[in-house]
């Protein structure tokens, strides 16, 4: 997958998971990191999702779908949203039951 197919993940996830509610200006591409994936958010309010380069399609796809969480997050004023609070978990979930993650558990 390129950083064509990764933003194109983004932007179906976004359809079927998130109520097409997550901004479409966050940057979205692979990066040599060391962990799965990273979610920064600077200070003029742009965004950039990282995922780590070379993972299997599926490792690429949660790890994805984890960083939407945090742009959910930060969309909604978590309190929690750089960290993994009980808002993070319960969107987690909530993707899980929606079957957000059927295709690859
Ligand atoms: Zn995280």
């Not at 509610?21 to 958010?41: I, N, Q, Y």
């Not at 742009?71 to 960290?83: A, I, M, P, Q, S």
Request: aromatic share 14%; charged share 30%; with cysteine.
């Amino acid at each position: 997958m390129k950083n064509k197919g990764l933003r194109r993940r983004y932007d179906v996830f976004n359809w079927n998971w998130f109520d097409w509610a997550l901004p479409d200006g966050v940057e979205v591409r692979f990066a040599k990191l060391k962990t799965a994936g990273l979610w920064t958010l600077y200070e003029d309010g742009s965004q950039l999702i990282e995922v780590q380069e070379g993972m299997p399609e599926f490792a690429t796809c949660i790890t994805l779908m984890h960083e939407m969480i945090h742009v959910k997050g930060n969309l909604r004023g978590w309190e929690d949203h750089t960290k993994h609070g009980p808002r993070f978990l319960k969107e987690r979930k909530r993707l899980l039951h929606a079957g957000a993650f059927d295709d690859w558990i």
